[in-house]
Every structure is written in C-alpha cells, then in structure tokens.
C-alpha cells in the first residue's frame, strides 16, 4: 500500500508561480514512476507530467512544456511540480499518482492505467 499526500495548491493570479508537493510512503519509492494529473471542472482527468523512479526520464503534456517541471528527492519520498507562467485554464484539481509496474523507455507513463495509486488531489485556481 502507498498512500500519497498532495500541498501546495491554491489561488494565484495569472502569470505566477506554484510548486506543488506530493509526499509518499513506501520503501521503495526510487522504484515508482510518479506522475501528475489534473481535472478541471465537468471535464476529464488529465494527463500533466511524470517522472521515472531514477529521476532520469520526465514526461510532459503539451500544455506543460516549458512552463511545468517535475522532479523528485527519493531520499526524502517526495515529488515536486514547479508550475510557473500559470493560466486560467490551468485551474484544476491536481493529483499525484504513483506506478509501481516497469513500463519499457518508451512508455511516457501519460495514461491512468498506468497508475496504481492516487492522491487526494489538491485544489488550484488560477484568476485572469
């Protein structure tokens, strides 16, 4: 069992900055692929960013590119989405996800059934 812990949404004005933080138990968690997604209202979740568990190999939607960073400290169980240039549209309840099964390198941990646990989700609401 993993259980999974999200911080750090909340509201920010359009062009700014927030990092979110997803802590998780688990002895092995160098060996989970972790990733972010995020569901906004009356709509689909959807995929944001993952990480491998050697850190070595990261995964982004288009939407993310260049303006979302994910990375993880495994000495500390922890993964981190620094979000930066923030949009309206990027108001979402965000989740951490954790993918305990070896998927080949050129498998970029995008789909939900990739997964096998998940966070609460924590909340960000981003004003124009």
């Known amino acids: 069992q993993v259980q999974l812990v999200e911080s750090g949404g909340g509201l920010v004005q359009g062009g700014g900055s927030l990092r979110l933080s997803c802590a998780a138990s688990?002895?092995?968690?160098?060996?989970?692929?972790m990733g972010w997604f995020r569901q906004a209202a009356g709509k689909e979740r959807e995929f944001v960013a993952a990480i491998r568990g050697s850190g070595g190999n990261t995964y982004y939607a288009d939407s993310a590119k260049g303006r979302f960073t994910i990375f993880r400290d495994n000495a500390k169980n922890t993964v981190n989405l620094q979000m930066n240039s923030l949009k309206p549209e990027d108001t979402a309840v965000y989740y951490c996800?954790?993918?305990?099964?070896?998927?080949?390198?050129?498998?970029?941990?995008?789909?939900?059934?990739?997964?096998?646990?998940w966070g609460q989700g924590t909340q960000v609401t981003v004003s124009s």
């Open positions: 688990g002895r092995t968690f160098n060996s989970y692929a």
């Open positions: 996800a954790a993918g305990l099964r070896y998927y080949s390198g050129s498998t970029a941990y995008s789909a939900r059934n990739e997964y096998d646990y």
